[in-house]
């Protein structure tokens, strides 16, 4: 018996992350940003930051250097292409949580 | 930078009008200081920084707030430019054409208030972006397509009311409308068609009621402000082909769009297709430098190399067939023998496309209503993000074509761009779209971009060719076009501006439509 319960523990610790909730800042990164930057073959922001700083820094989700300043200043600012996002669509509160995401 | 005023405003009344607002929607959705230059137009093209600039933005969440803004406005004379959700980009994205104005940035209205799959329409308000309601219907699984323009995040009612167009059968936008609720300057509100009867139940599904159809007036316009808009959806069409027909040479436009012609007007060619030209579409995966380092426009041996590469041709036909095969089939036959009379012509289906990204499968998703945001790849092609499109319409006829292509081609490449167009295929007629891909960071180049505008406009209406759609610095000039029998149209649209809004506070400059106070010129 000790044995099963201590199979089911090592089993739910296993597969908790899986089933832990989404950041917030992943959920507004899903809605606001993934189509230019996401993983997608065609996604124009990935491809052109892919060009300009290297394969490595193309993904958003998966860079270290970004600042949650600098998030927080491109989304509102906008950048190069990237037009800003005004804080009706995307609010303060949402930015917050995207900069958590994105930002070190 | 401080906060220009709109004419005949002091700061007095502007700053007790903001806080009027302030109490009707909340401090949290009033928007002044470094927070308005996110509604800065991100594509400028005017060297003078004092241009389209807004006072302060303000968010309602509910008609009802609409009206007690416009109410407030209408009271202290202080202009609103409406956005539904300001991703108008190459015309001006949120900005307002009279600087000072405050932009009403309705993203937060963004119910879906029906989608009805029956009878195939949805009602929507300003906010609901193109992703929005493709979502909304496929998380209930209802068999409705899209129509969708090639950014995803705009303005369902936004596109549809500044005439946009997409690329399925349903592909011109406002034809596809059908009722609507509208917010007067006076803070009245009042449906259109069929709305306009109590416990009607057909808003959506017959435009014109009874007696003077007028949706139209709110389109393009500052008549009124729009708060819900029913728009028909295509039911799933039973089956799905798209397909890319590649021309090798510039003159062929001449024989396409006479092979085009009898086949749309006959329903053969069932999509609001596309001809597009080698760089817009070499622009989306590609850049320039990716095959050339010389300056000013790409040579006939950079093409070439193109060509090759992408298998793509000068020109490039997107189009799709709905339907089952036994009807698909019997169109493409017709379809793939009317094309093969042109020399050179190569016929593709997704299944023969081996380049990842290739342009075809990104337009097969486009086509079939999928909202993206992949084209606006192209504004990397030469580097500086800035783009423009100039958008003259022709009849769909060989010589137009051939004629436009020439006129307008000449005149970006004498001005060092690259062409990049597209001729969207109407029922009748062409819109012309030449998309000219600037950097935005160069003021050298922003003025000679303004300059090679208003020299394609003036060489347009001089042909009689008009544009459908214009960025906010040349609505002035557009409008100025449309001169028949002494400006009767205008004359026009000003006898009705000043009966709606006699004070002038909406959207002052909208497609040239200037309340009395401010007409006369020099105040965009």
Same mark, same amino acid.
């Given at each position: 018996?000790?044995?099963?319960?201590?199979s089911?523990?090592?089993?739910?610790?296993?597969?908790?992350?899986?089933?832990?909730?989404?950041?917030?800042?992943k959920?507004?990164?899903?809605?606001?940003?993934?189509?230019?930057h996401?993983?997608?073959?065609?996604?124009?922001?990935t491809?052109?930051?892919?060009?300009?700083?290297?394969?490595?820094?193309?993904?958003l989700?998966?860079?270290?250097?970004?600042?949650?300043?600098?998030?927080?200043y491109?989304?509102r600012?906008g950048?190069?292409?990237?037009?800003a996002?005004a804080p009706a669509?995307?609010s303060?509160?949402?930015?917050?949580?995207l900069?958590?995401?994105?930002?070190? | 930078m401080?906060a220009?005023?709109?004419?005949?405003?002091s700061?007095?009344?502007?700053a007790?009008?903001l806080?009027h607002?302030r109490r009707?929607?909340g401090?949290?959705?009033?928007?002044t200081?470094?927070?308005?230059?996110?509604?800065?137009?991100?594509?400028?093209?005017?060297n003078?920084d004092?241009?389209?600039k807004?006072?302060?933005?303000?968010?309602p969440?509910?008609v009802?707030?609409?009206q007690?803004?416009?109410k407030?406005?209408?009271?202290s004379?202080?202009?609103?430019?409406?956005?539904s959700r300001?991703?108008?980009f190459?015309?001006?994205?949120a900005?307002?054409?009279?600087?000072?104005s405050?932009?009403?940035?309705?993203?937060?209205?963004?119910?879906?208030?029906e989608v009805?799959?029956?009878?195939?329409?949805?009602?929507?308000?300003?906010?609901?972006?193109?992703?929005?309601?493709y979502?909304?219907i496929?998380?209930?699984?209802?068999?409705?397509w899209?129509?969708?323009?090639?950014?995803?995040?705009?303005?369902?009612?936004?596109?549809?009311?500044d005439?946009g167009?997409?690329?399925?059968?349903?592909?011109?936008?406002?034809?596809?409308?059908?009722?609507?609720e509208?917010?007067?300057?006076?803070g009245e509100?009042?449906r259109?068609?069929?709305?306009?009867m109590?416990?009607?139940n057909?808003w959506?599904?017959?435009?014109y009621?009874?007696?003077?159809?007028v949706?139209?007036?709110?389109?393009?316009?500052n008549?009124?402000?729009v708060?819900k808009?029913?728009?028909?959806?295509?039911?799933?069409?039973?089956?799905?082909?798209?397909y890319?027909?590649?021309?090798?040479?510039e003159e062929?436009i001449?024989?396409?769009?006479?092979?085009?012609?009898?086949?749309?007007l006959?329903?053969?060619?069932?999509?609001?297709?596309?001809?597009?030209?080698?760089?817009?579409?070499?622009?989306?995966f590609?850049?320039?430098?990716?095959?050339?380092?010389?300056?000013?426009p790409i040579?006939?041996?950079?093409?070439?190399?193109?060509?090759?590469?992408?298998?793509?041709?000068?020109?490039?036909?997107?189009?799709?067939?709905y339907?089952?095969?036994?009807?698909?089939?019997?169109?493409?036959?017709?379809i793939?023998?009317s094309?093969?009379?042109i020399?050179?012509?190569?016929?593709?289906?997704?299944e023969?496309?081996k380049r990842?990204p #290739?342009?075809?499968?990104?337009? %097969?998703?486009?086509?079939?209503? /999928?909202?993206?945001?992949?084209?606006? &790849?192209?504004? @990397?092609?030469?580097?500086g993000?800035g783009?423009?499109?100039f958008?003259?319409?022709?009849?769909?006829?060989?010589?137009d074509a051939?004629?436009?292509?020439?006129?307008?081609?000449s005149?970006v490449?004498?001005?060092?761009?690259?062409?990049?167009?597209?001729?969207?295929?109407?029922?009748?007629?062409?819109h012309?779209?030449?998309v000219?891909?600037?950097d935005?960071t160069?003021?050298?180049?922003?003025?000679?971009l303004?300059?090679?505008?208003r020299?394609?406009v003036?060489?347009?209406a001089?042909?009689?060719?008009?544009?459908?759609?214009?960025?906010?610095?040349?609505?002035?000039a557009?409008?100025g076009?449309y001169?028949?029998?002494?400006n009767?149209l205008?004359?026009?649209?000003?006898?009705?501006?000043d009966?709606? #809004?006699?004070?002038g506070?909406? %959207?002052?400059?909208?497609?040239g /439509?200037?309340?009395k106070?401010?007409? &006369?010129?020099? @105040?965009?």
């Open positions: 018996m000790k044995l099963l319960a201590a089911v523990a090592v089993l739910l610790a296993a597969i908790a992350p899986a089933f832990a909730a989404d950041p917030p800042g959920k507004v990164f899903d809605r606001q940003c993934v189509y230019c996401g993983p997608a073959i065609d996604a124009p922001g491809r052109q930051l892919a060009r300009t700083r290297g394969n490595d820094k193309a993904l989700t998966e860079r270290k250097d970004l600042g949650k300043e600098y998030v927080q491109v989304v600012h950048l190069k292409s990237m037009p996002f669509d995307l303060d509160a949402d930015l917050k949580a900069a958590e995401f994105l930002g070190r | 401080t220009p005023l709109p004419p005949g405003v700061a007095e009344a502007m007790g009008t806080e607002f009707i929607v401090a949290e959705w009033m928007f200081g470094e927070k308005v230059e996110s509604y800065h137009d991100p594509y400028p093209i005017a003078d004092t241009r389209f807004a006072h302060a933005a303000v968010a969440s509910s009802e707030q609409v007690e803004i416009v407030a406005a209408n009271a004379g202080v202009p609103l430019w409406p956005v300001g991703k108008n190459a015309y001006g994205g900005a307002p054409v009279l600087s000072g405050v932009v009403l940035d309705m993203s937060r209205m963004n119910r879906i208030l009805n799959e029956k009878f195939g329409y949805a009602l929507v308000e300003p906010g609901v972006s193109y992703f929005d309601l979502d909304y496929q998380s209930k699984g209802l068999k409705l899209l129509d969708v323009p090639d950014p995803g995040w705009g303005s369902v009612m936004g596109n549809a009311l005439h167009v997409g690329y399925t059968p349903y592909g011109d936008h406002f034809m596809m409308q059908c009722g609507l509208a917010v007067l300057a006076n509100v009042v259109t068609g069929m709305g306009a109590p416990g009607n057909t959506q599904l017959f435009k009621g009874f007696g003077p159809y949706d139209g007036i709110f389109s393009q316009s008549f009124g402000i708060t808009m029913g728009i028909w959806l295509m039911p799933d069409p039973g089956g799905y082909r798209p890319m027909i590649t021309f090798e040479r062929d001449e024989q396409v769009v006479e092979i085009v012609r009898p086949l749309r006959a329903n053969v060619i069932q999509n609001a297709a596309t001809i597009r030209s080698l760089v817009l579409d070499a622009a989306i590609s850049t320039r430098s990716q095959y050339t380092s010389e300056k000013g040579s006939a041996s950079v093409a070439r190399k193109i060509m090759d590469d992408q298998q793509i041709g000068m020109w490039n036909f997107c189009g799709a067939l339907g089952p095969p036994a009807i698909t089939d019997a169109l493409w036959t017709v793939r023998d094309f093969a009379k020399p050179g012509a190569k016929f593709y289906f997704p023969d496309r990842r #290739d342009t075809l499968i990104h337009r %097969a998703d486009t086509m079939r209503g /999928i909202p993206k945001l992949t084209e606006f &790849g192209f504004l @990397n092609w030469a580097g993000g783009h423009i499109g958008s003259p319409v022709s009849p769909t006829t060989g010589a051939i004629k436009q292509y020439r006129m307008v081609s005149r490449r004498e001005a060092g761009f690259d062409y990049s167009g597209l001729m969207a295929i109407g029922f009748r007629e062409l012309h779209v030449t000219i891909v600037y935005k160069s003021a050298e180049e922003r003025a000679r303004d300059k090679l505008f020299q394609l003036a060489e347009a001089a042909e009689g060719y008009g544009e459908y759609r214009t960025h906010i610095a040349y609505m002035d557009i409008a076009t001169r028949w029998n002494d009767a205008m004359k026009m649209h000003q006898t009705i501006k009966a709606l #809004d006699p004070k506070i909406l %959207a002052p400059g909208k497609s /439509i200037w309340p106070h401010l007409r &006369g010129g020099g @105040n965009a």
